[in-house]
């Protein structure tokens, strides 16, 4: 059995542009201006950004109700403020994540040009003598 694999989008958007009369730096530059967009979206998406938010923001809401815990309600856990501990728990471990993304944000992705699309060649032009 042999399974045959669709083109990627990167190869199909550069050979859409081969086809429209680009050069190949054009393509390139068309290939390194995506790249960079989907690694902005990454670090949109990060999952520490979303995690440490989600835990700072219940945190928040279970440190409230802890801290406006009747002497019964705390009685019931054995003379714990357990919704305060827990609470406070949360908003530490939000915020370590949030401290985690500032401190090691995730790596931008090093585009690497060839000469030619540095040179800024315009389109149409493919270096091609004949």
């Given amino acids: 059995m042999s399974e045959q694999f669709e083109p990627s989008e990167r190869d199909q958007a550069a050979e859409r542009l081969r086809r429209a009369g680009y050069s190949e730096a054009d393509v390139q530059r068309e290939v390194t201006e995506l790249e960079e967009k989907s690694a902005t979206a990454a670090r949109i998406f990060d ?19 802890g801290i406006t815990d009747s ?25 370590f994540f949030l401290a985690w993304l500032k401190l090691r944000p995730a790596a931008p992705v090093a585009p690497t040009l060839p000469p030619e699309a540095v040179e800024g060649k315009g389109r149409g032009e493919s270096g091609v003598k004949g």
């Avoid at 009685?75 to 908003?91: F, P, R, S, V």
């Fill in 47 to 65: 999952l520490r950004r979303i995690i440490g938010g989600l835990f700072v923001v219940y945190g928040v809401i279970v440190t409230i109700a």
């Fill in 71 to 95: 002497d019964a309600e705390i009685d019931k856990a054995q003379g714990i403020n357990i919704n305060l501990w827990t609470g406070l728990g949360m908003l530490a471990l939000g915020l």
